[in-house]
Structure formats: structure tokens, C-alpha cells
């Protein structure tokens, strides 16, 4: 799209992060959001498939499981992602090749 255009799935966003081809998104409630490329993640049923690529993508916000933790932040790398909660745990997601999620593969 040419110009902004509001993502009416999400409100009262917080913070946001932008990976090579994902998107992270914090609500002011602690849930977590992703979408674009989740190659890397664990398959689920709003997925879409890119022949050409070989990727596997989300379209639409989906909401990250932290348990029952509240995500206040969240960064994201090439292909990775981190999700800092209310308690302090850190949680690790996507690639881990190069050990970028901070534990052993």
C-alpha cells in the first residue's frame, strides 16, 4: 500500500518491532502479535504458503503464546524475536542457527 493504513485486528498498541519480514506488536494488556514471515515458528492454522519463496506467512495479527505471562516489549532481529514480560523472563522465538535466542539449539 502507497499510503499508512490503520490495522483494525490491533488496538492500544504499545510497542512495536520490525524483523527482515515479520512485525511484533505489545498491547497495553501484555499480549504479543505477529505476522508476515513465520517460517521459523511453529506452523498454525491462519498460515499461507509462498511456493516461489518456500515460506510459510501470516497475513493477519496472531496472537504470540507467553503463557500466562504480560508482554511489555518486544524486539526483532533478522529472523528472531524476544519478548520481555512483566516478571522479567525473556522468551526466544524463531531462529536459533547462531544461538541469537541465547540458548543451546
Do not use: K, M
Not at 15 to 33: R, S
Not at 61 to 78: E, Y
Amino acid at each position: 500500500r502507497g499510503r499508512p493504513t490503520r490495522i483494525e485486528a490491533l488496538s492500544e498498541v504499545v510497542h512495536v518491532a520490525c524483523g527482515y519480514d515479520f512485525v511484533l506488536a505489545a498491547t497495553n494488556v501484555g499480549v504479543a502479535y505477529y505476522w508476515g514471515n513465520t517460517s521459523d515458528l511453529p506452523s498454525h492454522e491462519n498460515e499461507e504458503f509462498d511456493d516461489v519463496r518456500n515460506e510459510r506467512y501470516t497475513r493477519t495479527p496472531t496472537r504470540a503464546d507467553a503463557g500466562n505471562r504480560r508482554v511489555v516489549s518486544a524486539c526483532a532481529g533478522f529472523t528472531a524475536s524476544l519478548l520481555l514480560c512483566d516478571d522479567g523472563r525473556l522468551l526466544g522465538c524463531g531462529d536459533n542457527r547462531q544461538g541469537e535466542l541465547g540458548f543451546p539449539q
